[in-house]
């Protein structure tokens, strides 16, 4: 793996994203007036908004990031350009951490949008810091991210990737605690939430809503998403080829 290469394709990615100017306004106006309908949904009910507005502050870099990730790598595929570049000096390894980084950055850019609205027009509040909501939510994009870079492998066309999005991201949003307390559910389902990385982030996000400082179990969460994101990589890695798919 090289550096200089990883930089590379973190270069070649944002450049070919920010020529795609609609993709680029849609990724950072979406998930903040999705915000504001749900705080006029809730109308008074303030309490609930700080509640779900901020787990979904760390939900959709997920599930944004996954979408473009998935159907990106998937014309890098079938286009050929995949083929071109394992064949020339950059390792599998390079091009994926390049993905991973570039999507990060730019899920840095629209976490800070979507939390700025957030805090700063809606009202939103908690007793974590704006920091740390920014931290979990750039995390649970390069889980999006590396998720998206795997499933890509087992698509033939953009349709077909787009069809991951909801046997991949449905189940955790009904199991990671958003629309029912986990506690409350039937105990194969809790331990089906177990198994699902998105779980992890809402009880970040819980507890960032609750505790001032972070907590030990906010960072148990924290490395949890990272080490799902790193075993999700390592495995798209495989479902690379020196053939176009």
Known sequence: MSVTITLATVARVLTQIRHDKR???????????????????FGDRVDIFDQIGLTLLGIFPFISMFLITSVAMLRERTSGTLERLL????????????????FALLAAVQAT??????????????????????IIAITTAVLGSSTGLLTSAFARTEFQALQ????????????CGLIWPREQMAWPLQAASDLLPLRYAADAMTEVGTFPTPTT????????????????????????????A
Do not use: C, E, N, W
């Not at 993709?23 to 949904?41: D, E």
């Not at 009202?123 to 920014?134: A, N, P």
């Open 164 to 175: 991951f999005a909801p046997a991949v991201i449905l189940p955790q949003l009904l199991l």
């Open 113 to 134: 949008v979507a939390a700025a609205v957030a805090y700063g027009l809606l009202g939103l509040q908690s007793q974590g810091s704006f920091g740390m909501v920014i």
């Open 87 to 102: 064949s020339t000096p950059t390792h599998k390894a390079d091009l994926l951490f390049g993905y991973g980084i570039a």
């Open 217 to 244: 179990t906010m960072l148990r969460d924290l490395l949890i998403l990272i080490v799902f994101t790193i075993a999700l990589l390592l495995a798209a890695t495989a479902t690379l080829r020196r053939r176009a």
């Open 23 to 41: 993709t680029v306004v849609v990724l950072l106006s979406v998930p903040s007036a999705l915000l504001v309908l749900l705080r006029y949904i």
